[in-house]
């Protein structure tokens, strides 16, 4: 998580040429592994992910796109959106329901440069990475018998532990964006005189500076220390209680330090040219991807109906 | 030192400009980056090292 935190301090999300193979690689056959993971972790192959579709964005269990397997190929048809990169990947991990039966999520490796994969539209959106996020038409992509990650029905299961590692990835970058953003705005504070004076005299900013701090401090304390509990052996459900709360606050936390960070700068704080502005739309959208902020909490709710509050309050 | 750390700054920083007016990075600058990804030993830190990665914790 510290590598996640040092990068994301560049802005355009710059942090994700420091590659991430999806973390269910891990999970394939010993031939998958060789032939995608290894080349994946070389930075050879690009992996992406596409789950995300027209009726299904929160509610991942709303997908669609269907997997008829028709003697030794799938037949796959549906539509995707929102997947990072997905135009440029040298392959991609697609959610399906075998059977159109949601009870059966399966995760098929494609390459989407096969016929059928169709990138309908590459909307612009406010983060300039030099990726995008196309909405993609399939339509009957036949995709070998055996180009499967686990087992049919397995696919929820599998990106489970992702999401541990993918939530708590997102805090640690917010918190390296807050970080950025709160040097950068000190600094201009002590330089910047109105009225006479350096504005970081004045106690409003002081105190901008000050909550930004506090923030910061709060959400790296608790992202560092669910990390330790992980790799202590926390349990699978618990880490994934605790990784939602962690992705909940920092990324809540970066966009309140940043917004902040902004006001300090005035007007300059909206010039393009300054890291800040683009630190500003950057850390908003962490507050979407990975579950939204409201999905986080529902996340959360549900764990302290079902194993009590001591989950998040009951350790020393 | 704290793995990663002055990678952004030396690596990172300098396209971001760049980046946010043509949303778009040369291929020599893509390259340049992916390899001083390898030669920090920062890629795929989330994968183990039998299949490549840095075999660090994913938390
Ligand atoms: C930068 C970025 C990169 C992404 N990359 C990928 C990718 O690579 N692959 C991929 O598959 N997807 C990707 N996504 C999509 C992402 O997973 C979805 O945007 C996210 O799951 C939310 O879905 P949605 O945008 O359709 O919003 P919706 O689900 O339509 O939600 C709209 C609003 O309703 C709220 N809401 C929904 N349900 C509830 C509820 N039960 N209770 C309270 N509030 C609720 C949400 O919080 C939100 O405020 C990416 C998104 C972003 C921002």
Redesign the pocket.
């Known amino acids: 998580m510290i590598v996640n935190e040092e990068v994301a301090k560049a802005t355009g999300?710059l942090w994700g040429r420091v590659w991430l193979p999806p973390m269910c690689l891990k999970d394939g056959t010993r031939e998958q592994k060789e032939e995608i993971l290894r080349p994946a972790c070389a930075g050879k192959v690009f992996v992406?992910?596409?789950?995300?579709?027209?009726g299904?964005?929160?509610?991942?269990g709303g997908v669609r796109t269907s997997a008829v397997l028709r003697g030794n190929h799938w037949v796959v048809n549906g539509e995707?959106?929102?997947?990072?990169?997905?135009e440029g990947a040298d392959l991609a991990l697609l959610?399906t329901i075998v059977d159109s039966d949601p009870k059966k999520p399966t995760l098929l490796i494609i390459n989407p440069k096969t016929k059928g994969y169709n990138i309908k539209r590459l909307p612009s959106?406010m983060?300039r990475?030099g990726h995008g996020?196309p909405e993609v038409d399939i339509r009957d992509i036949k995709v070998p018998a055996d180009a499967m990650l686990g087992e049919v029905g397995q696919g929820f299961e599998l990106t489970k532990d992702w999401f541990v590692e993918a939530r708590l990835a997102i805090a640690a970058r917010s918190i390296g964006m807050a970080i950025r953003a709160t040097e950068l705005a000190e600094a201009y504070a002590a330089k910047r005189v109105q009225f006479g004076r350096p504005i970081g005299d004045f106690q409003a900013i002081e105190f901008m500076i000050t909550e930004m701090a506090a923030d910061i401090m709060t959400g790296k304390s608790m992202l560092y220390r669910v990390c330790a509990e992980i790799d202590g052996g926390l349990d699978r459900k618990h880490a994934h209680a605790k990784a939602s709360a962690t992705k909940w606050y920092c990324s809540e936390a970066g966009w309140r330090v940043v917004d902040k960070a902004l006001q300090i700068f005035g007007e300059r704080g909206a010039m393009c040219e300054n890291p800040v502005e683009r630190l500003h739309r950057d850390v908003r959208?962490?507050r979407?991807?990975?579950?939204?902020?409201?999905?986080q909490?529902?996340i959360i709710g549900g764990h302290i109906r079902k194993r009590g509050l001591d989950v998040y309050t009951g350790w020393s | 030192m704290r793995p990663g750390a002055g990678f952004a700054e030396k690596h990172l920083f300098p396209h971001e400009e760049e980046l946010d007016v043509n949303d778009h990075l040369p291929e020599e600058t893509e390259e340049a980056i992916r390899q001083a990804v390898r030669d920090y030993h920062l890629n795929a830190v989330n994968h183990a090292v039998e299949w490549g990665g840095q075999g660090r914790s994913s938390s």
Not at chain 1, 56 to 60: C, F, H, K, L, P
Not at chain 1, 81 to 86: P, Q
Not at chain 1, 288 to 294: H, K, V, Y
Request: one cysteine or more; a negative charge; proline letters at 3%.
């Open positions: 999300a992406a992910f596409c789950t995300s579709e027209p299904a964005g929160s509610d991942a995707k959106c929102f997947a990072s990169f997905s959610t959106f983060q990475s996020h959208l962490e979407i991807c990975e579950g939204t902020s409201e999905i909490k529902v």
